[in-house]
T-cell receptor, first 111, second 111 residues
Framework: EPEVTQTPSHQVTQMGQEVILRCVPISNHLYFYWYRQILGQKVEFLVSFYNNEISEKSEIFDDQFSVERPDGSNFTLKIRSTKLEDSAMYFC?????????FGNGTRLTVT | GNSVTQMEGPVTLSEEAFLTINCTYTATGYPSLFWYVQYPGEGLQLLLKATKADDKGSNKGFEATYRKETTSFHLEKGSVQVSDSAVYFCALWNSGSRLTFGEGTQLTVNP
């Protein structure tokens, strides 16, 4: 069964550094998402992406965040200048119809 | 807007006990409802879903029935196993909208 893959599985970075989280969605899916889960808290929506543009974003997704689908297969989340509170598990998801298919996540640790 | 409320955890049971995790929702229209499971150290996996009222989703011995009259989608299993220990998330999706998660319920099953 096709699956969403995310790399790396764990990323450690220093505060103020830029990070790029990578995702390869399922190939025939049209909608792409990033969610995050701060340790012990609920899964929160960050952004959805369709037809090469952001279709919806949450209040969490401020100017420090950006997404890109550079080559028709990868879907990336960039955090320009990381803060301690960005430490979380970041999940990529894709779909054409429901349900969403999630990757295994990237655990981001900001020190 | 859409929201999902799950029973507070954590839940600790003995093997072969009966499990219920309550989930209620608030939504406009006719959402689809899901249960996702997150095993330790892993990502989110779809456990089961129901797309319309009175549908019953089932998988791996788990069941949940979409009850529009009580706006509920409670997760049940007749006899839990140690391997069922995980965090369980109830979620709601309306077409054209984001997937909205509940807070998650940590289940621990002891031998």
């Amino acid at each position: 069964e096709p699956e969403v893959t995310q790399t790396p599985s764990h990323q450690v970075t220093q505060m103020g550094q830029e990070v790029i989280l990578r995702c390869v969605p399922i190939s025939n899916h049209l909608y792409f998402y990033w969610y995050r889960q701060i340790l012990g808290q609920k899964v929160e929506f960050l952004v959805s992406f369709y037809n090469n543009e952001i279709s919806e974003k949450s209040e969490i997704f401020d100017d420090q965040f950006s997404v890109e689908r550079p080559d028709g297969s990868n879907f990336t989340l960039k955090i320009r200048s990381t803060k301690l509170e960005d430490s979380a598990m970041y999940f990529c998801a894709s779909q054409t119809n429901s349900p969403l298919h999630f990757g295994n996540g990237t655990r981001l640790t900001v020190t | 807007g859409n929201s999902v409320t799950q029973m507070e955890g954590p839940v600790t049971l003995s093997e072969e006990a009966f499990l219920t995790i309550n989930c209620t929702y608030t939504a406009t229209g006719y959402p689809s409802l899901f249960w996702y499971v997150q095993y330790p150290g892993e990502g989110l996996q779809l456990l089961l879903k129901a797309t319309k009222a009175d549908d019953k989703g089932s998988n791996k011995g788990f069941e949940a029935t979409y009850r529009k009259e009580t706006t509920s989608f409670h997760l049940e299993k007749g006899s839990v196993q140690v391997s069922d220990s995980a965090v369980y998330f109830c979620a709601l999706w309306n077409s054209g909208s984001r997937l909205t998660f509940g807070e998650g319920t940590q289940l621990t099953v002891n031998p």
